[in-house]
């Protein structure tokens, strides 16, 4: 287990310095330049845009920078900062940092059985991992892998709402069977993103079977499968290099034996339902409703920006909401997280939880996002370059780095306690 509490920041430091007296650096860069610059050069070219490229010319991208840089931390001095506290609780579950695993989509790009390593290292940190709903791996696999590490280990599921309710419906009751504390719904990839870094490549992960676990673990996605192959017109499809390697990958990422996969007609079958159903661009509020009719669990709504959306998320009673703009990677020229995170703030007035993710690299950039009105920040790119870079521990250290910079920030900035900051510990410039 990585050791969390008081004076995590001083104990992280301790530990690199140790190491350092042998002639050891450690393995995940500290500072987020270093390490996405390393990861990149581990990774493909195609894991590389996908993870971390954004929309169209990458404005959302440089606005989350920039809109996070206009507010300073305001330091005080002279006040006893010996002992501080990160914990926070998010619906019933105490938390020793107010930091999430956010969900990545096909992450196996970075590092084989990319969902099990995160949920490891999320585990061994004790804070939630949101299962990914475009997963490299069962969640009932990520949730027997975070047991194994911690009993109870906290994890939520991210929701993509599928063209077709019965998968829905059979998603939402195995998030409940594994232990979900919440269904984060994702909003704003019912289409896909303009996105030319995989757009020159041609390269769609989905469409060779990367990042479809979850479906092709699920009864009912076989069901819809075999209602599609009965009513399929047999097309001759055509043949190259390009496509025979295509046909290796669905093989290979989808349940069964290698060699009959490649004959058989059902993978390939599954990876055009999935391409065909899995995100709903008609999604609107009555379909959010009815998910009460599906589950008790918290329902938090992931992608919203505008405050005239958050205010009627709470007249509808949700729990939760997640201010993102999806790392930049569905509009571009969107506005920042940070900047759409004050709106939001103001407009709910505490009513329900404000997560925040997209652009939140540092320990000081949890720090701002707290200190404008967010419960919690959710990590992404960070823990999946530590994951390029060293598996499990490479995204366990990655995250363990900006908690304890947090710890340290909130200290030397004089404070005790990530509940009681508020924006008279920034100042806009």
């Not at 990958?249 to 059902?266: F, K, Q, W, Y």
């Not at 959010?288 to 998320?313: C, F, N, W, Y």
């Not at 201010?323 to 569905?330: K, T």
Request: net charge negative; proline share 5%; charged share 20%.
């Amino acid at each position: 287990m990585v050791p969390m509490g008081s004076n995590i920041g001083r104990a992280r430091q301790n530990e690199i310095y140790r190491a350092g007296i042998h002639g050891r650096a450690p393995a995940i860069p500290t500072d987020f330049a270093t390490l996405e610059r390393r990861a990149q050069a581990v990774m493909s070219k195609r894991g590389w845009a996908y993870i971390g490229g954004g929309a169209g010319e990458g404005r959302t991208m440089d606005a989350n920078r920039s809109a996070l840089d206009r507010w300073a931390i305001v330091p005080r001095v002279l006040r006893d900062t010996s002992d501080r506290s990160l914990e926070v609780e998010l619906f019933g579950q105490t938390l020793p940092a107010p930091v999430l695993f956010s969900p990545v989509g096909a992450g196996a790009l970075a590092h084989d059985r990319a969902d099990v390593h995160i949920g490891h290292a999320a585990a061994e940190l004790g804070l939630p991992y949101i299962f990914s709903n475009q997963g490299c791996a069962p969640m009932e696999d990520v949730a027997a892998e975070m047991e194994s590490v911690r009993p109870g280990a906290p994890r939520w599921f991210q929701l993509y709402w599928s063209t077709d309710d019965r998968l829905v419906r059979s998603l939402v009751a195995r998030a409940e069977a594994m232990g979900a504390a919440a269904i984060a719904v994702t909003l704003d990839t019912t289409m896909l993103g303009w996105r030319p870094q995989d757009l020159n490549l041609g390269s769609l992960p989905f469409a060779r079977a990367e990042g479809i676990n979850q479906y092709t673990s699920d009864p009912t996605f076989w069901e819809i499968v075999a209602e599609r192959l009965k009513g399929a017109v047999s097309e001759k499809p055509e043949v190259s290099l390009g496509a025979v390697k295509t046909l290796f990958s669905i093989a290979r990422n989808v349940p069964g034996e290698l060699r009959r996969n490649l004959t058989a007609p059902e993978p390939r079958a599954a990876v055009e339902t999935f391409l065909d159903i899995y995100s709903r661009p008609s999604l609107n509020w009555d379909d959010i409703m009815t998910l009460r009719e599906m589950t008790s669990l918290p329902i938090v709504l992931k992608g919203v920006l505008h405050p005239d959306d958050a205010r009627q998320a709470v007249e509808l009673g949700i729990d939760g909401l997640i201010v993102s703009n999806h790392g930049g990677r569905q509009v571009d020229g969107s506005i920042s997280s940070t900047d759409a995170l004050v709106d939001v703030v103001d407009a709910v007035k505490g009513q329900i939880k404000i997560l925040v993710d997209s652009g939140f690299y540092t320990g000081s950039d949890v720090f701002k996002a707290l200190a404008l009105g967010a419960d919690a920040v959710c990590i992404g790119r960070p823990h999946m370059y530590g994951l390029a870079l060293a598996g499990a521990d490479g995204a366990r250290d990655a995250v363990a780095n900006i908690v304890a910079e947090l710890d340290l920030t909130l200290g030397l900035s004089g404070h005790t306690d990530v509940t009681t900051l508020d924006r008279s510990a920034l100042k806009r410039v």
